[in-house]
């Protein structure tokens, strides 16, 4: 007859790939990100400068600039969450590994 044991085995080996997978997916879409905000950043900047002969109303981003709140933005969001879903891959591959390991 199977034991408990031998059969929580396999679904933790499972689990574990599933976590490890997890990691890397979130860690690649967190790479992504961050190289799409740097191009973003750069076309921003380059905006700002030919703006500067538009009249002050139609300085779009150069209003944003000054008006947006550091918190509330979509950067700081999919940062966020992106490292949530990071740290909550590492908790459970862990959890899975302690399990394979007793």
């Given at each position: 007859m199977l034991s408990?044991?031998?059969l929580a085995r396999p679904f933790f080996c499972c689990l574990e790939l599933f976590?490890?997978?997890y990691l890397v997916l979130s860690f690649v879409f967190w790479l992504a990100d961050t190289r799409s905000k740097?191009?973003?950043k750069l076309s921003v900047d380059a905006l700002l400068e030919m703006?500067?002969?538009y009249q002050e109303k139609f300085?779009?981003?150069r209003i944003d600039k000054t008006s947006r709140s550091a918190v509330s933005r979509?950067?700081?969001?999919?940062?966020?969450l992106l490292g949530v879903q990071f740290v909550f891959g590492l908790v459970l591959a862990g959890y899975a590994a302690c399990q394979l390991a007793r």
């Amino acid at each position: 007859m199977l034991s408990t044991r031998s059969l929580a085995r396999p679904f933790f080996c499972c689990l574990e790939l599933f976590f490890a997978f997890y990691l890397v997916l979130s860690f690649v879409f967190w790479l992504a990100d961050t190289r799409s905000k740097h191009l973003l950043k750069l076309s921003v900047d380059a905006l700002l400068e030919m703006e500067a002969s538009y009249q002050e109303k139609f300085q779009l981003f150069r209003i944003d600039k000054t008006s947006r709140s550091a918190v509330s933005r979509y950067t700081v969001a999919i940062g966020t969450l992106l490292g949530v879903q990071f740290v909550f891959g590492l908790v459970l591959a862990g959890y899975a590994a302690c399990q394979l390991a007793r």
